[in-house]
């Protein structure tokens, strides 16, 4: 995340726990911790070198599926090496929260935990279980009320097109129906990408999925955004129909990007 750019970056997962979802050809091998010698290494060089960094992200595809006890461990590593360090975040999924007390998460919220990641993509629920993301929406929504009621800042990724060609205007409002009930600090509008060799690439093979177009996948973002009522900050990243890294703070910037994803849509 560019945001990010300033942090610490701390390799301590590799790869995701999950690994199923049929859009992403991410990881071609298993999730696995990384051996806490080499963790303890990396802060010890980090340690050596010296930084003013107040920020760790945790490297991995979702960090925070590790137990309460190794990420209490970890922070408590973390800040014996760095002791300047205010944070830590990384990415995570909704069913990483779920394990873990409302105790715990007030606790990992103490030890610095905040503006984790969380891939929740749309808020609907058929489009998840096509998908194969592993949870639904009502997990979305109690999990990141139970992150909130914790105190812990979070960011949500979004992914524009998920639906499928014909449904970007039902994906929009559900999914900014879904955000609007909750307090994400930011959110990430990423755009659907087949990946090759990926389940979703089989199932359009199969005729069980069909990519929007660049008007559909516009006029999604302009919904999505129409429809879009909390305050945040709302990231276009750059694989976006407008092939440009785009930021808005809401409701400040709301009018201006409606103003240009519209003039995007009559070019298009
Ligand atoms: S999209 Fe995220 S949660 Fe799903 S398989 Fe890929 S890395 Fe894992």
Redesign the pocket.
Known sequence: MPYEANSILLQVTV???????K??G??EYPFRPSPVSEIEADLQEVARYGTSADRVHLVG??PFALSFAKLRDLADMIHKYLPQVKSIGG?G?ITDITPKTDEQLKELRSLGYDGIII?A?SGDDATLEFMN??FKTKDTLEQLQRLERAGISYDLNHMNGLAGAGKGKFHAMASAELYNKLHPRIINITELNVNAGSALEKEIQSGNFQEPDLAERLEEQLVFIENLKIPTVVYFFPNNPSGALVVGAFPRDKEKVIKNLQNALTRN
Do not use: L, P, Q, S
Not at 15 to 21: E, S
């Open positions: 790869a995701c726990t999950w690994n199923k979802c859009f992403c991410m990881y595809a979702n990415f999924r891939g993509e993301k592993g």
